[in-house]
């Protein structure tokens, strides 16, 4: 049975990964759409962008699950202002050439 569930757990970490990285490449496509437009300035990293917002609608994701209180709109509209501020130069973040690495598959 344990060599079943680590050729399971492998092929689940690499369907999710797939998911991601086809994710990543959706939210960077719609950035530098909007880049185009003169709506995003070229200074801000697309990357970092996209991996804010994997990294926190991930634990968005988990709150709800685990939390009974959790109050999605509230949530949400927070993530939403947080991505603005990035987008519009407000907040800065740091480049991680790791997460590229692990999600250009």
Do not use: W
């Not at 049975?1 to 990543?24: K, N």
């Not at 990294?55 to 939390?67: E, P």
Request: proline share 4%; with cysteine; aromatic share 4%.
């Amino acid at each position: 049975l344990f060599p079943y569930t680590t050729l399971f757990r492998s092929a689940i970490a690499d369907v999710m990964g797939s998911v991601q990285a086809e994710v990543r490449r959706g939210i960077i496509a719609v950035c530098e759409k909007a880049r185009s437009k003169g709506e995003i300035p070229h200074s801000i990293d697309l990357d970092a962008v996209a991996r804010l917002i994997l990294t926190v609608s991930d634990g968005l994701i988990r709150r709800r699950a685990l939390d009974p209180d959790f109050e999605s709109e509230t949530e949400v509209a927070t993530l939403l202002d947080l991505i603005g501020a990035v987008l519009c130069g407000a907040v800065s973040l740091r480049p991680c050439s790791a997460f590229n690495k692990i999600n250009s598959r």
